[in-house]
């Protein structure tokens, strides 16, 4: 095990994996794969107290793990094209859409890679955009 207060955020994912040892790890590590094959610069990082959180030019999902679920969760989801329908949970947002995975269930790898690259697009594109500046009012 890494010691928490001086590993790097992937070193406590790969932690995170090691200690949930059942579906839930395997699944985690399975997306995880799946997100660097889609961009392989993107950035992991440790956010609030323990989630895994995957960044390019913003956040583009967390990977949080429950004992039903390993949810995928996309900052900015509810602005993304989804045709293959992966988005199946916190639909009612209008910011965040997440992926729930149970246990035995497959991800369409294909889809979920596309929908990785469009969460990075649009973080760039947000990013590009200069924001209006605020005058003073005299």
Not at 38 to 58: C, M, N, Q, Y
Not at 98 to 126: C, P, Q, S, V, Y
Request: net charge positive; aromatic share 6%.
């Amino acid at each position: 095990m890494t010691d928490p207060a001086n590993a790097s955020a992937s070193a406590l994912i790969d932690n995170r994996i090691l200690e949930l040892a059942d579906w839930r790890g395997q699944t985690l590590a399975h997306v995880r794969k799946l997100i660097h094959a889609a961009d392989p610069e993107i950035l992991e990082e440790w956010k609030w107290r323990g989630v895994p959180t995957f960044s390019h030019a913003g956040i583009v999902c967390t990977g949080e793990t429950y004992k039903a679920v390993v949810k995928l969760t996309f900052a900015k989801g509810a602005s993304l094209p989804d045709p293959a329908s992966l988005f199946n949970s916190s639909l009612d947002g209008n910011v965040r859409r997440a992926i729930d995975i149970r246990e035995g269930e497959k991800i369409n790898e294909t889809a979920f890679k596309t929908l990785i690259r469009a969460a990075i697009a649009l973080n760039l594109e947000t990013k590009a955009k200069p924001r209006p500046r605020k005058t003073k009012s005299a």
